[in-house]
């Protein structure tokens, strides 16, 4: 078994926190979510529990970062702007990330210098791919920034934006169960050209006990089958 450090020995219960981002994490999900419930497998897997507090993710990523009493957040994608202030699991799991387009307006892109004159929609404090990321900070691409997908696929529809990043698991379930979204499902659809296949991670905080809950995780998770949790979450 690998070896703990004395506080996460002594301390059983780990302390994480998540958004609403269904199907992977939600406090009024089945499970909490298709992601919370491989992250809780693997830690029962390695004698731990998991309690697991749900925010605003600008909110989850600052409590995870400030307060002491959570050692994490997830799930996230790699990048190294999350690697300067957390340490990243192994990954518990992929998401294909992409862009939601209208039916009656489709893009057709190669590279992203074909989206120079595209309004793109993103999630304020994600991080989507460090290709994007790089151009949108430098202004060859134009954000526009919302507080979650809903709120994107909201824009999207009404035409204020011509894309907006999203994960395509997390479109398909938005346009499925939020109320708010189900009319305006058939106008919207993924586009066709994925950005990338990210891995999702836990992130810990900096130091000895997060490496040791990074190990622990790696550990439970070689003990599980996540893949097998992961897809009756999903439905898939």
Known sequence: MTAAS??????????????D?????????????????????????????????FYPWNRAVTLAREDSGIRGYFPEYAGAEVERDFILSVPLGTSPLGFAERVD?????????????????VVDGY????????RIADGRLTADRANSDATNLKKLAAGRIDLAVIDRAV????????????????GLRFNA??????TLHIAFRKGAEGEALARLFAEGLSKIDAAAILSTALGS
């Open 193 to 198: 050209r994925p950005l990338e296949d990210k």
């Open 105 to 121: 307006a489709p893009v057709t892109w190669t590279g992203l210098d074909d989206l120079a004159n595209a309004r793109i929609g």
């Open 127 to 134: 991080v989507n791919t460090e290709d994007l990321d790089a």
């Open 21 to 53: 981002w269904p199907p992977f994490s939600g406090d009024a999900l089945k499970d909490k979510g298709a992601a919370v419930a491989v992250v809780r497998a693997a830690f029962a897997a390695v004698g731990h529990e998991v309690s697991v507090s």
């Open 171 to 186: 479109m398909t379930d938005l346009l499925r169960t939020n109320p708010d979204l189900k009319a305006l499902a058939a």
């Open 6 to 19: 004395p506080a996460v020995a002594q301390d059983k219960v780990v302390r994480l926190t998540s958004l």
